[in-house]
């Protein structure tokens, strides 16, 4: 049975800093792309970071860059979101997504994608 966890979500200061992990289990996490989503209320959910299957390329969305981290740990099928000088504005209910696409002989592409079920991040004073 494919799991993503989420954890590490909470209450935390403007300026502060917060860590998330995403606990997968029931596939093959070092062949996925992971990535992070967040939702805020009331707004549709938008890609915060992306990490490659090695995590040797990373992509961020311009609104988090300097200031959130995307790292994995294959060995333990974990991928991290470290979040620092965290803003009001990076509340949301954050998503971890697992992401595989390939491609038959005929160039048909082929989606596998999984989500967990998401961790509240409130960032207030």
């Known amino acids: 049975q494919v799991q993503l966890v989420e954890s590490g979500g909470g209450l935390v200061q403007p300026g502060g800093s917060l860590r998330l992990s995403c606990a997968a289990s029931g596939f093959t996490f070092s062949i996925y792309d992971m990535l992070w989503y967040r939702q805020a209320p009331g707004k549709e959910r938008e890609l915060v970071a992306r990490i490659s299957t090695s995590g040797s390329n990373t992509n961020y969305a311009d609104s988090v860059k300097g200031r959130f981290t995307i790292s994995r740990d294959n060995a333990k099928n974990t991928v991290y979101l470290q979040m620092n000088n965290v803003k009001s504005e990076d509340t949301a209910v954050y998503y971890c997504?697992?992401?595989?696409?390939?491609?038959?002989?005929?160039?048909?592409?082929?989606?596998?994608?999984?989500w967990g079920q998401g961790t509240q991040v409130t960032v207030s004073s």
């Open positions: 997504n697992a992401l595989r696409i390939t491609y038959t002989a005929w160039g048909r592409a082929e989606k596998y994608d999984y």
